[in-house]
């Protein structure tokens, strides 16, 4: 998910945190706060999930 306006707070995605990137490994949880600025960026939006865990958006699970 590469557009920050599909993204926010409280909805579930799955995100690839920095250190899985090579194997691609995924994480669940729900968005806590949205850390990309821009409304775009090529890799996916940066999110923090309330778990604190970081990574960037590669699926949305359910809407809020």
């Known amino acids: 998910m590469n ?3 599909e993204i926010k707070p409280g909805i579930d995605v799955s995100i690839v945190q920095k250190q899985h990137q090579r194997s691609g490994e995924l994480t669940e949880g729900t968005v806590q706060r949205i850390l990309t600025k821009s409304l775009f960026h090529p890799h996916g939006i940066k999110v923090q999930l309330t ?3 970081v990574g960037r958006v590669k699926k949305i ?3 809020e």
């Open 3 to 5: 557009k920050r306006e």
């Open 61 to 63: 699970l359910k809407h």
């Open 51 to 53: 778990t604190g865990e």
